[in-house]
């Protein structure tokens, strides 16, 4: 289609967990080899593969109508874009990442104002400079083309600036946290020209629905069981729901089978206490997706 949405995936890190998220979402996405312009099974949708830290640019001026890409890589080029929906997913966990400044385990060093005058290694080049420079905070700001933590450990710069989840890899190199910059999670932008066009702004308004929708199933879970009339109530009492639990009497019986909508970590207690209480047959199954 000559005006089918042309829309950005990031290239690298994220690329697998994007394709799996569209994947539960309703759209299967093909990457052949080395083409940069993946298939998709909807033909009013135009997919190109764009490393994360340029797709903001790419989107504001109308290469691409919409995208995928980090908070960070929007403040970073101060792209004006329309922010759709944040979409918290990574590669490792889900919860949104941090850009943090570190330096190394032994360093005086232990706050922002002791970095006056230091040198800093980062991809957030731009960001970095800015935030610095906000608080009067005099440093030195030098692109990272890759393991920037090394930079630190063999002298290159006093510390770093780097993005992570959990803070293992940073400890790992004998670095220490000593401030937290920003947090960052995956966003849904859009074009300002594409968002005032009413077909595209309907299908990114669609991709962003399901989206969510996708990533709120890989949260919760659906539990079914069943309960006599005796216990009906107190069973009923111990249970979280995104309403009210779903009740039916079983045929010619007088038991009920109940059916909730529950976040997955609460499970490994309440499934126990629902024993306990007269629930029986539990079965616990998965969401693909909760719109």
Excluded at 52 to 78: C, F, H, P
Excluded at 168 to 174: E, F, M, Q, R
Excluded at 200 to 211: G, P, V
Excluded at 249 to 270: G, H
Aim: net charge neutral; hydrophobic share 45%.
């Amino acid at each position: 289609m000559t005006d089918a949405l042309k829309l950005g995936l990031p290239k690298g890190s994220l690329q697998n967990a994007t394709i799996a998220l569209f994947k539960r979402s309703g759209w299967d996405i093909n990457v052949n080899g080395r083409s940069y312009f993946p298939e998709i099974n909807d033909p009013s949708i135009s997919c190109a593969l764009c490393r994360a830290q340029e797709m903001s640019r790419y989107v504001e001026n109308g290469t691409l109508d919409a995208g995928l890409t980090g908070k960070d890589w929007i403040a970073e080029n101060q792209s004006d874009v329309h922010v759709v929906a944040d979409l918290v997913y990574s590669k490792v966990s889900a919860r949104p990442a941090r850009w943090v400044l570190a330096v190394p385990f032994d360093s005086p060093i232990r706050d922002l104002s002791g970095m006056a005058g230091k040198k800093i290694s980062t991809e957030l080049v731009s960001f970095t400079r800015r935030y610095f420079a906000e608080r009067d905070i005099a440093v030195e700001v030098e692109f990272s083309w890759g393991a920037t933590e090394a930079k630190v450990v063999s002298g290159l710069a006093d510390a770093i600036v780097e993005v992570t989840e959990t803070g293992s890899t940073i400890k790992a190199h004998g670095l220490r946290i000593i401030h937290e910059l920003m947090q960052t999670n995956t966003r849904l932008i859009a074009n300002h020209d594409a968002w005032r066009n009413p077909p595209k702004r309907e299908k990114i308004e669609q991709i962003a629905q399901l989206l969510q929708g996708a990533l709120l199933g890989e949260k919760l879970v659906g539990l079914k069981m069943n309960v006599p009339q005796s216990h009906l109530e107190r069973v009923i009492a111990l249970l979280p729901s995104l309403n009210r639990p779903t009740v039916a009497p079983l045929y010619n019986s007088d038991w009920f089978a109940v059916e909730i909508v529950a976040e997955i970590q609460i499970l490994r207690d309440l499934i126990p206490r629902l024993l306990k209480n007269g629930a029986e047959g539990i079965i616990e199954y998965p969401l693909n997706k909760v719109v």
